[in-house]
């Protein structure tokens, strides 16, 4: 949840989300890679972020 929080909180933004969880930014496509996996979601696709996003505000809000 860190990574996809980070992905998010910085627009998609892979180079500053690696730099605030201070991770190599193939260490965050790796984990973008699993969270691809466990959801189905293409995040290198529209639709498939602004799912993530959805998803990330609505786990924050409970």
């Known amino acids: 949840m860190e990574t996809a929080r ?3 909180r910085h627009g998609h933004n892979r180079s ?3 730099g ?5 930014r193939n260490t965050l496509d790796y984990r ?7 959801t189905g979601l293409d995040l290198t696709h529209p639709d ?3 799912l993530l996003d959805a ?3 609505a786990r924050a809000l409970l």
């Open 55 to 57: 998803a990330v505000t």
């Open 32 to 38: 973008l890679g699993k969270i691809t996996k466990l």
């Open 48 to 50: 498939g972020v602004r």
């Open 16 to 18: 500053r989300a690696s």
């Open 20 to 24: 605030e969880l201070r991770i190599h």
């Open 6 to 8: 980070s992905f998010v």
